[in-house]
């Protein structure tokens, strides 16, 4: 028999349970709510449909697993953040979601574009990078003076054009070098340089 320290008996369903099945409410005298959870979710889902709103239906999980509202699937709660907050311990969506939300929050903020409009732009250039037009296009690309977007690329062209400053000169320079044109400046003032012809 378990201690009485360690069970609760449910003001609804008059159940005896263990403190686990029961969320936490600090204003009560034995810090639980007095419904468990079962009745608890039971009684909210029958409030709000009788104020007329549509209630979330309850989704019957297997121990250890947590439905995800975002894609429909029910998941382990390895699929889960932590929520220290929450009345189970888990995020109110799975990982995959969440940075899914991540991902359109970034491109919102960043950019000031949704994902349509950055798939959009993918396709017009066939799905490859705008400058070496072999590997995929996964990277915006924004001028970081204007904000305005240029295109999609790929890591390596998109770090490269970032190392060399999103300076013109420096890539027409890069570009001389790589066709067998090195830059020799030539002095013909102090701090005046000349390109070769």
Known sequence: MASEESVKRCSRCKELKP??????????????????RDCWAAYHQARQLAKGRNGRPRVETPEG???????????PHSEWHRNATASDGLATCCKTCKAARGKQGHLKRQYGMTEAERDEMVTSQMGLCAICLKAPAV???????TGRVRG???????SAIGKL????????????YLEGIAWKPTLVAPGVYQ???
Do not use: T
Not at 139 to 145: S, T
């Open 19 to 36: 403190r686990a099945a029961f969320a936490s409410n600090k204003s009560a005298r034995d810090g639980l709510q007095a419904y468990c």
């Open 65 to 75: 697993h947590k439905f995800c509202r975002g894609c429909g699937e029910i998941k």
């Open 139 to 145: 990277h915006v690309d924004h001028c970081h003076k």
């Open 152 to 158: 999609v690329l790929c890591f390596n062209c998109n």
């Open 165 to 176: 400053g999103d300076d013109p000169d420096a890539v027409r320079r890069a570009a001389a």
């Open 195 to 197: 390109l070769p012809s």
